[in-house]
């Protein structure tokens, strides 16, 4: 911030409280459009995105995660909480499989990441 000119000071002030606006103003809109449907499809697929997903066409695979309610391993319903409905994908190729429910995950990465821990975790009662 320049000291010695009033001059500059006050037109840095003045530029400062400017952006300040324009960042609070952009901090509500981008509060208010995360409420909305395109901003909740928007927030997901950059979510999956971030997390490795590949996909060819993310807007299906958002249709049928919002029309999923039964997980496509075991058919039990799933909810839409917070960790109940799982993107299932290869972690090595990034590719997306199924939607699952947190439970059939676990048990597909075990089988993904030791198959003979998975088989022997099957034959326990």
């Known amino acids: 911030m320049p000291r010695k000119d009033p001059e500059k000071r006050k037109q840095y002030l003045k530029e400062y409280r400017e952006n300040a606006e324009r960042k609070q103003y952009m901090k509500e809109y981008q509060a208010k459009y995360r409420n909305t449907d395109k901003g909740k499809k928007s927030v997901t ?27 496509e391993c075991c058919n039990e319903s799933i909810g839409f909480g917070k960790g109940s409905r799982v993107m299932d994908h290869c972690h090595k190729t990034g590719k997306f499989r199924n939607i699952l429910c947190h439970s059939c995950n676990i048990m597909r990465s075990y089988k993904d990441n030791n198959y003979q821990a998975y088989l022997k975790m099957l034959t326990m009662n």
Do not use: F, R
């Not at 993310?58 to 249709?63: L, N, Q, S, T, W």
């Open 45 to 71: 697929i950059s979510g999956w995105k971030y997390t490795g997903l590949i996909s060819d066409d993310y807007d299906a695979i958002y249709d049928k995660w919002i029309n999923t309610h039964n997980c």
